[in-house]
C-alpha cells in the first residue's frame, strides 16, 4: 500500500566525516515514520546511501522489533557485477534476508538505474533522501519523487540548516 511505503534515494559516497551523522538521521526518520504508520521500506541496493538505509532498517527490525519490511527494488540482475568480492560478500547476507526483492530489468541498460528510481517512487508515500553534489540520477530522481507529490525528507537539507 502506497500511504505505508518510503524509498530512499541518495548517493553512493559521502562528505568526509559524515557517515554516522547520516546514519543516525536515517535511524530517526525510519522511526518517525514507523510511529506515523509506515511498514514498507524501499532501497535500491546500490553501495553507499542505499545500503546504509537497508542495513538500518533490518537493525530495526531485528534490534527492536520493528513490524516492517525491507524491499530491495534493484536496477538488473547483474546490478553489482562491478563490486568488489568483498563488497559482494558484505552485503549478500542482508540481500537474501530481504523480505521482497524486485528486479526492474532483466540485464543492464543505460536507463535501468532511473526505471529502478521511478519504480520505487512509484510504489511510494515518502522518500528519505540525501544529496552532496549533482549527480544527474539522484537529482533527477529526487525531483521526479517531488513532481509525484511524496512527503521529501532531505537529510541534506536538514544538514545544511544545522550549519
Not at 500500500?1 to 530512499?8: A, I, L, Q, R, V
Not at 559524515?18 to 526518520?29: A, C, K, L
Request: include cysteine; hydrophobic fraction near 35%; glycine fraction near 4%.
Amino acid at each position: 500500500m502506497k500511504e505505508k511505503t518510503c524509498c530512499f534515494i541518495g548517493h553512493q559516497a559521502f562528505p568526509p566525516n559524515t557517515i554516522y551523522e547520516i546514519q543516525e538521521r536515517i535511524s530517526i526518520e525510519i522511526e518517525r515514520l514507523y510511529n506515523q504508520g509506515v511498514t514498507d521500506f524501499v532501497s535500491g541496493g546500490t553501495f553507499g546511501f542505499d545500503l546504509l538505509a537497508a542495513t538500518m532498517i533490518f537493525a530495526k527490525q531485528q534490534l527492536e522489533k520493528f513490524n516492517i519490511r525491507l524491499i530491495f527494488v534493484l536496477p538488473c540482475r547483474d546490478f553489482n557485477s562491478d563490486w568488489s568480492a568483498r563488497m559482494k560478500f558484505t552485503y549478500q547476507n542482508l540481500f537474501e534476508l530481504a523480505d521482497d526483492t524486485i528486479y526492474v530489468s532483466e540485464k543492464y541498460s543505460p536507463i535501468c538505474v532511473l526505471d529502478r528510481d521511478h519504480y520505487m517512487v512509484d510504489m511510494s508515500a515518502h522518500c528519505v533522501c540525501v544529496q552532496y553534489s549533482d549527480n544527474i540520477y539522484t537529482t533527477h530522481s529526487i525531483k521526479y519523487a517531488k513532481e509525484q507529490g511524496l512527503n521529501i525528507i532531505d537529510l541534506s537539507e536538514t544538514r545544511r540548516k544545522s550549519e
